[in-house]
């Protein structure tokens, strides 16, 4: 069984910042993905940026220039450091792992319990 446990979120103002935290634990034998996803009210959920097969992805246009997505390895621990923050950023966060818990299994889609960010004055 696998746990995500998302940290991080809150209030704050335009303009401030914000950093996301997500670890997996429980019974993990490879991780191939790992990122961040967010959905606003009335929209679907968008990919803001993740790390896949190694590789980090394209962050979403409208956070280029303000977010990074970060991750350490040894701690099954991925990061969302939120700068410049708008009210449109406004959104419950996401993290998602896929995750392979049985040698020869396969990758699986996990996600966090999801954490509110609201920019607002």
């Known amino acids: 069984q696998v746990q995500l446990v998302e940290s991080g979120g809150g209030l704050v103002q335009p303009g401030g910042s914000l950093r996301l935290s997500c670890v997996a634990s429980?019974?993990?034998?490879?991780?191939?993905?790992m990122g961040w996803y967010r959905q606003a009210p009335g929209k679907q959920r968008e990919l803001v940026a993740a790390?896949?097969?190694?590789?980090?992805?394209n962050y979403a246009d409208s956070v280029k220039g303000r977010f990074t997505i970060s991750r350490d390895n040894a701690k099954n621990t991925v990061y969302l450091q939120m700068n410049s923050l708008k009210p449109e950023d406004t959104a419950v966060y996401y993290c998602?792992?896929?995750?392979?818990?049985?040698?020869?299994?396969?990758?699986?889609?996990?996600w966090g319990q999801g954490t509110q960010v609201t920019v607002s004055s």
């Open positions: 429980g019974s993990i034998f490879s991780i191939y993905a």
């Open positions: 998602n792992f896929q995750i392979m818990v049985l040698e020869y299994g396969e990758y699986d889609d996990y």
């Open positions: 790390f896949k097969g190694g590789v980090r992805t």
